[in-house]
Structures are given as C-alpha cells and as structure tokens.
C-alpha cells in the first residue's frame, strides 16, 4: 500500500490493496492471501450483467480496468510522496516510532477482519447478491451493522490497552521516552482500525456490485490529506528538534491526527459510490440470521493464515525497534523498501496473476490439471522475464533510488543511502515473492485453502527463525537489511514447498521448461547489472550519490544500461517471454 507498510491484499479486484497499500501504513508480512476460486470466478462476472451493477460503474469491465490501473499507478506516486515527507517530517528516530505505531492497526484489522473479507465474506455477499429476491441488500445491511459495532468494541478496547500493546512491540532495548512517543501515537492512530474496516465493507459491497472505481480512488484522499498534514508539520516545526524527549504534545498531535483524519477521509469518500450502485445502508440488528456458523467455520483457516503472518510482524517489529533510536536504517526504511518490492510485485506479477486465474480456476473445476500446470509454468516464466530486470535496478542502483524518493529535510543522505542499502538487499526478493504468489493462486484455483495455509506454517518458521538469526549475527546497523533478507530466504521457502506440493496435486509442473527459461534470465540479469555497476562506479557519487542531482544521473544512465542490456543478452539467448512482455505492456500503452 501506499503509505504504508505492507498488508495482505483484501477485497481487492485486481489482488492489490485496497485501503491498504494507498491507505494507512498497515501491514501483514506475507501478502499471500487472495480470494478464493469461487470468489475470483464470481467477481470476475461484468457490471453490465447484474442490473442496476453497471449504473457508475465506469462503462463495463475494460473500461473498470482502465479506471483501476490509472487509479493505481496515481495512488502509488502519491503514496511514495507521502512517505518522502513523512521521512523529511519527522526524521530517522521519531519516524521509526511513527511507523511502529502504524504497524499496530494494520496487525489488528489483519486478525479481526482482513483475512476473512476477501476470503468468506466477498464470496458470501456475492451468493447472496444473486439468489435473494431483494439483490441480497438486506443480508448486506445486517452484515454491515454487524460489522461495524464488533470494529467499534474492538477498536474501543485496543485503544484502551494501547500501552500493554506498544510496551510488547517496543521491547526494553529502547528508551523510557522512545516507548512512550510510540505509545501517544498509538492513542491517535489505534482508531483506524475501524475505519480501515468500515472502508473495506463499503469497498467490497461496491465490488460485488460491479463498482471499481470508488474503491481504487479512495486511498488517493488518505494520501493526500496525510501530505498536506506533513506539509503543515514541516512549515510550523521546520525550526524545532525533533527527537523523540524533545518532540512536543502539539507535534505529536498534528501528525497522529491527521493519519487518522486521512482514513476518515478515505471511508466517508466511499459513501457517495454507495448510493450510486443503488445500494441503501439502513440500521438492521440481526446477528442471527447471518448464518455465523458458516462464516466461522469458512474463516478457521484463514485466521490460521493471518494469525501467523501476525507473529512474524510482532516479532519484524520488536526486533527492528532494538535499532530504531540509532542513526541506521531501522522501521521507517523497511517500510519503505518494502513499498518498492511490492511495487515491482503490484506492476508485473499481480497483473499476471489476475489474467491466468480465472483460467486455472476453470481449468481445474473441470479436472483438467494439465492445463493449470501449463497455466502456472507459463506465469513463473513471463513473471521472471518481467521482473528480472526490475530486480537489478534494485540491486545495483538501490542507494540512488533511495536517495531520489526519500532524502530530504530531516531524512538526510546518510539514512536514504541506509535506505539504499535495504533495497540491494530486497533485489533478491523480488522475484521469490511473486512466485510464491503464483503458486498460492494456483491453490486457490484448486479451493485448497487449507493447504495454503498449513504451507504458510513452516514458510513463518523459517522466517522467523532467519530474523532471530540474522539479527543475532549481523551489525545492528544492517537490522533492516537482515530482515529484508530473512524475507526473501521466506519467499524461496514458500514458493519450492508449493511447487512440490502442486506437484503431488495436479502432476507435472513442466519445471524443465521453468528451469531453462529461470537460467536464462539470471545470465541475462547478471550481464545486466554488470554493465550497469561498471557505469555507475564511472559517474560522480560512484554509487553513492550525494543528494538528488547525482542520484537522477545515475539513476539514467545506470537504468538505460540495465534495460538495453538486458533486452539484449535475452534475445540473443532467445527468451521467448520478452516477445510477450513487451507486447503486453504495448497493448497496455496503447490502450
């Protein structure tokens, strides 16, 4: 998301966030979760065939595509700005607490209700929608009120433990004053939980009712309230020391009050859409006819899912927080390189995903396994060949990308080229990570939700274990990075279990096909970033760029290298797959 540390991606009609990754900094540090076989199936249905659906809706499906993808690529440009001046605002040390209190609702609205909305309710309200007399807008209305009053208890009760809760994701390795402006900030952005949840109800019942727009667009008014706020922050305490013993009430309360009034903001932009898909959001008390039974037994496995990417959150968090009053790359930066990875992820492998599942889905309601398995093989190749060359840039041009987006005002050129260091080091899990989503779609098409969620038991082990080894073992000053890289080792964990046990499922992988084609992007790849480190080392900055007009240099001439080399050595090793993704984003120009 946006603005914000990473979350599973719910309720989302192209598998990206919704009032996440544009929203508040929420985050869940496996993103796998994604509807259900059933669920994508049902949504993927055009708003014109539902009645009253195609009223707002933007015109049918290609025309919601395109509304989506333009909504996407504005909210993530406006996200990186966000995060630029929330940096430039605040600085390392009271960015980090900052962050750390975001993390907070973001793991809560996982638990309560994240992972469910996407898995269980959008494929229950869809049901509904089609077999009740009224559209299934009563069973909605219920649902939604509900809803909101087990958010409002929730929400209620997590602010009122907020210190118990901050004392355990601080650890006692900071100071008595890092743990309380941590806490205060908590106090201010703990209630987002509700919004985030009320803005997701509202963005599903808008999907379900064919409506895309609204929710896609929505994050964009998080995000711009939240700059404005930092924008006022950065004018009013522009002159102040800001530490976390120094920082005042007032300062604290201008930044956490505007987080939280930007997810007002984002929730009541919803309403209107409401209206316009003809849907009317009455008052109705009436839990027992829900059928909770059902949803409980549906969301078990689910919130075994979610409840173990939790763990690993907690612990990311706890661990990275040991550093957060030191001038390394700590909360904040990790935030924000994962940003950048699951942008890489959003641009190419989420839009292979969304193309191949309604394919796979089909393919294995009918029984024919082989077609699922040329389906996933055909989405790791075109996968690697799209990111490959995203995954080097990364890696060799990591400290002038972070210098470019981040440094300024308070966030100086030591902390963006810290920054620098944790985007090398998420190069290597660009890849993984997509792939491992690939196969976690391929379970879904499959309905073996179950499987994937005992598949993420051991994946949270070894990533939890890597943390606690890696932190153990590195400089303090590289926490960040080793957390990167305990992620990615995580990633390749997930992605070799799933493919082994796809292949139990539904037979031959044709991985020979996948291994030759891996092979001859990571030849293409290394000729790549060599030629593109040779450039870089010859500019000034060498690698390390003093301030935005070196890193804008390098990052030019470092990235055309990269490219063109790229493309070069692939076709010369003839890999098919570069044919195709270039003819795809092509066709996505032209369009």
């Known amino acids: 998301m946006n603005g914000g540390l990473y979350r599973s991606a719910h309720a989302a009609p192209d598998g990206e966030p919704q009032a996440t990754e544009d929203g508040v900094t929420l985050i869940s540090v496996d993103a796998q979760v994604v509807p259900g076989a059933d669920a994508a199936q049902e949504q993927a249905l055009p708003p014109e065939s539902t009645g009253a659906v195609a009223t707002g809706s933007g015109g049918g499906t290609a025309g919601q595509s395109a509304i989506m993808a333009v909504g996407s690529l504005v909210s993530r440009i406006i996200g990186f700005v966000r995060n630029a001046l929330i940096g430039m605002a605040l600085g390392t040390a009271v960015g980090n607490a900052y962050t750390t209190a975001q993390f907070l609702p973001g793991q809560i609205y996982e638990l309560l209700l994240g992972g469910i909305l996407s898995s269980v309710l959008v494929p229950l309200l869809v049901r509904r929608r089609k077999a009740d007399p009224d559209g299934g807008e009563a069973f909605t209305q219920k649902l939604l009120t509900l809803a909101v009053v087990a958010l409002?208890?929730?929400?209620?009760?997590?602010?009122?433990?907020?210190p118990v809760i901050t004392g355990i994701q601080v650890g006692g390795d900071n100071t008595e004053a890092y743990g309380d402006l941590v806490t205060r900030f908590a106090y201010l952005i703990l209630p987002i939980i509700f919004f985030t949840g009320l803005s997701a109800l509202i963005g599903a019942v808008l999907n379900v009712r064919g409506h895309f727009a609204a929710p896609m667009w929505a994050p964009i008014l998080n995000n711009l309230v939240v700059i404005a706020t930092c924008g006022l922050f950065i004018a009013i305490f522009s002159g102040d020391r800001i530490t976390a013993e120094s920082i005042s009430p007032g300062a604290v309360l201008l930044i956490g009050?505007?987080?939280?009034?930007?997810?007002?903001?984002?929730?009541?932009?919803?309403?209107?859409a409401l209206r316009r898909v003809g849907f009317h959001w009455r008052w109705r008390w009436d839990p027992r006819?829900?059928?909770?039974?059902?949803?409980?037994?549906?969301?078990?496995?689910?919130?075994?899912?979610?409840?173990?990417?939790?763990?690993?959150?907690?612990?990311?968090?706890?661990?990275?927080?040991?550093?957060?009053?030191?001038?390394?790359?700590?909360v904040l930066a990790f935030n924000n390189v994962f940003l950048l990875t699951m942008m890489a992820h959003g641009i190419i492998g989420v839009s292979v995903m969304t193309a191949l599942l309604p394919k796979m889905s089909a393919a294995a309601a009918d029984g024919r396994y082989a077609e699922v398995s040329a389906d996933l093989s055909r989405g790791i190749r075109l996968t690697a060949v799209a990111l490959a060359p995203i995954a080097v840039v990364y890696g060799v041009l990591g400290a002038p990308i972070a210098v470019f987006l981040f440094q300024g005002g308070r966030f100086t050129n030591a902390d963006a080229l810290a920054a620098g260091t944790v985007l090398v080091v998420a190069a290597f899990a660009v890849l993984p990570l997509?792939?491992?989503y690939l196969c976690t779609y391929a379970f879904y098409s499959l309905q073996g939700n179950k499987t994937a969620a005992l598949i993420n038991l051991p994946v949270v082990a070894v990533r939890i274990g890597a943390y606690f080894l890696l932190a153990a073992v590195l400089d303090r000053s590289l926490s960040a990075a080793g957390m990167t890289a305990a992620n990615a080792l995580s990633y390749l964990v997930s992605a070799l279990i799933s493919l082994a046990v796809l292949r139990r499922k539904i037979g031959r992988l044709n991985l020979g096909s996948v291994a030759v084609a891996l092979v001859k992007v990571l030849v293409a790849a290394a000729v790549a970033a060599g030629a593109g480190l040779l450039v870089v080392r010859l500019m000034p900055g060498a690698g390390e760029p003093d301030g935005r007009g070196e890193a804008i240099l390098q990052l030019l001439a470092g990235g055309s290298v990269i490219l063109v080399v790229y493309l070069g050595v692939a076709a010369l090793l003839r890999v098919r797959e570069v044919?195709?993704?270039?003819?795809?984003?092509?066709r996505k120009v032209g369009r």
């Open 152 to 162: 409002g208890v929730a929400t209620l009760l997590v602010v009122v433990i907020a």
């Open 434 to 436: 997509s792939i491992s």
């Open 289 to 330: 006819s829900l059928g909770l039974r059902e949803v409980g037994t549906l969301a078990g496995w689910m919130l075994c899912y979610v409840a173990a990417n939790q763990v690993a959150v907690f612990v990311v968090v706890r661990i990275l927080n040991r550093v957060a009053g030191e001038d390394s790359a700590s």
């Open 579 to 586: 044919s195709q993704v270039m003819g795809m984003v092509r």
């Open 257 to 272: 009050a505007g987080t939280l009034l930007g997810m007002v903001v984002q929730a009541l932009g919803l309403l209107p």
